[in-house]
């Protein structure tokens, strides 16, 4: 009679362990006291500020390459000049907007404030992100770069931001968005001003497009999983890798093609399926303590 009491208590206080961890997912996975999340906030921002300074000591300073705006298809289409370049960044706006419905929906379960907030900052960027860069491939300019280069690195910081919160904490994620974005934000506008006076550095820039690049596949592959469907997310650093080298091998892949694809519309096609995964894994994915 007293085992099976005893039996009856540790599942209850099983249960309600459990409870309060899924609970406790709304907050932050695994759980962190506002020391810890506090001291892992300086440490993030110690070590990038370490690693920006180190890239500036050891890379010399260097301007944008005026050929980058030399785009392998330039073909003009009912009168529309790089109408492939403009018109692959359609689903950019498209899949920005359904991630923002998405979040917005009230359909997804397991889903707090801060990580509906990353998230939707995440597409809202994306959707930006693919006007800003219609804009550039219609006038193809440092200038008009700015507004390709500004929302997307933005994205890039919300993400890193929104999968700290996934997989590390919540408040952690919602304490470093801020400073990440204003970190892409004014390393892209620096870029911009050191062109306009003739000065032109590119590597706080550079680096504000790597870091993402290379601490979300960090975090994936070191962090344990707090929901199912990870490949998703995985499928999103491939093709930031396929994105990568379609934008080096603009040329290569327009010539491989018959003059079909340029390199360039597979960076865009790339990157946006990759966005699509991020929709894809909000959608499908499962709290591994249910």
């Known amino acids: 009679m007293n085992r099976t009491a005893t039996n009856q208590s540790k599942d209850n206080d099983y249960q309600s362990k459990n409870g309060s961890r899924f609970k406790g997912k709304s907050e932050s996975s695994p759980q962190l006291s506002e020391q810890q999340i506090s001291r892992y906030t300086n440490l993030t921002a110690a070590v990038v500020i370490g690693a920006f300074i180190l890239v500036h000591l050891i890379i010399p300073k260097f301007a944008q390459m005026t050929s980058y705006h030399d785009f392998a298809d330039n073909r003009k289409v009912v009168g529309i000049p790089y109408f492939f370049n403009v018109i692959s960044n359609l689903p950019f706006i498209w899949v920005g907007l359904q991630g923002m419905n998405l979040l917005s929906s009230g359909t997804l379960t397991g889903i707090d404030s801060t990580e509906k907030r990353l998230f939707n900052v995440f597409f809202y ?13 219609l006038i193809p300019n440092n200038f008009t ?61 550079a680096f504000a497009q790597f870091l993402p690049a290379i601490l979300i596949p960090l975090i994936l592959a070191k962090m344990p999983k707090s929901y ?28 491989l093609s018959f003059h079909l694809i340029s390199g360039h519309v597979v960076k865009h096609l790339a990157l946006s399926w990759g966005v699509y995964q991020v929709y894809e894994y909000l959608k499908n994915r499962k709290s591994t303590n249910q």
């Open 125 to 137: 960027f994306v959707f930006f992100g693919g006007i800003g860069s219609a804009f550039y491939h």
């Open 228 to 255: 199912s469907g990870t490949h998703y997310l995985w499928n999103l650093v491939l093709c930031f890798g396929i994105a990568r080298f379609g934008e080096f091998a603009d040329g290569l892949f327009y010539m």
């Open 145 to 205: 770069l700015l507004f390709d280069r500004l929302p997307i690195t933005a994205a890039g910081m919300s993400l890193l931001s929104a999968i700290i919160a996934d997989r590390i904490s919540k408040s952690l994620g919602h304490q470093l968005l801020f400073p990440l974005l204003l970190f892409g934000i004014l390393s892209t506008l620096y870029w911009e001003f050191s062109e306009l006076i003739g000065a032109g550095d590119i590597r706080a820039y």
